[in-house]
């Protein structure tokens, strides 16, 4: 069953999203959108301000301050230089410590070396005076040292802090990185990687794909805005199905994909054909019209990974069956 708290929650930010774009005279095209979902959500602070800004200028400039937006914060483009960004502060905090350490590695020499000269000073015959003045010199180098010491012990902590603030960041991007931002699922990347891994620890593992059917004439009669969101709610669906280690995921337009390590094919395919069945069943209203859409139906394939098997020999397999399945039908899953 949905988490219907979940889903209510995304469906007003997705409202919230479209009702902007309108009062604003913006298209809801995927980039529009995202951004103004983003900003919906609240998430992030500085792209809130940044998009406030794109929506006070004038008309004839607004849709490109908002794709500029998402082009600097939140696409492919924007990733790569926050890493970037990430390594340089890295690269400089490691260059810091260096210095710091290499200094107070000198400042141990120094001490040690002032510590051997009072030694051999004091095996001789020596006056009161010269006990003054060897106590002098290595309270002296002492106190260098000390301070040394403690301006290391304070670029260690401001180290750790820019450590701390780097990781954040580094979190931030791998997520933006690993998850498709219209339904939240994993994307595409993501799925890739852990394909690869699991054909490296040779793991037994059957996928999923999934499809919707004749979605295209869902966005050309109804609109990307109802499109979207029933890409939204399909994502529910797929997210509440799986569990553990299972990786639900879009990987581009209305395809969506399901790992399931350690599974059999009969069991994927049993899950292929709930979750086909329980979308079937649901009769789709416009939100933004509430024009009735009515039933939608999905097909599926289903195949296993094998030792052989990339990203792209997989899709490639997933997507000939999905073609059989298809010419079978709506709601129709085929195994292979």
Partial sequence: MLDMTRIEMTSRTAEFALSLARQHSLAPTPVIFEVLFKYATGAQADVAAEVEEALSKPEDVREDAITRIYDERLGPEALIRGLGTVRRSLSNEIADMSVQINDSLKGN????????????????????????????????????????????????????????????????????????????????????????????????????MIDIDSFSVVNERWGFSAGDNILRRLGELLRTNTKGKDIAARVGGDEFVI??????????????????????????????????????????????????????????????????????????????
Wanted: hydrophobic share 35%; with cysteine.
């Fill in 109 to 208: 020499l120094n001490l040690a070396q002032a510590m051997r000269e009072s030694i051999r000073d004091l095996t001789a015959p020596i006056t009161k005076d010269d006990v003054r003045t060897i106590c002098k010199t290595i309270s002296t180098t002492n106190k260098v040292h000390l301070a040394s010491t403690q301006n290391m012990a304070l670029q260690l902590e401001r180290t750790q802090y820019q450590l701390t603030e780097m990781q954040r960041e580094l979190t931030v991007l791998r997520k933006n990185a690993s998850v498709d931002q219209l339904t939240g699922l994993n994307n595409r990347r993501y799925v890739q990687e852990k394909i690869a891994n699991l054909v490296d620890a040779g793991t037994s593992t059957a996928i999923v």
């Fill in 259 to 336: 790992v399931l390590p350690n599974t059999e094919l009969n069991g994927a395919e049993r899950l292929c054909m709930n979750i086909c069945l329980e979308f079937a069943n649901i009769n789709w209203i416009s939100q933004s019209t509430e024009e009735e859409i009515g039933m939608l139906t999905l097909s599926g394939s289903v195949t296993g990974l094998s030792t052989s098997d990339t990203y792209d020999t997989l899709h490639e397999r997933l997507a000939a069956l999905m073609t059989e399945a298809k010419d079978d039908g709506p709601s129709q899953v085929r195994l292979g």
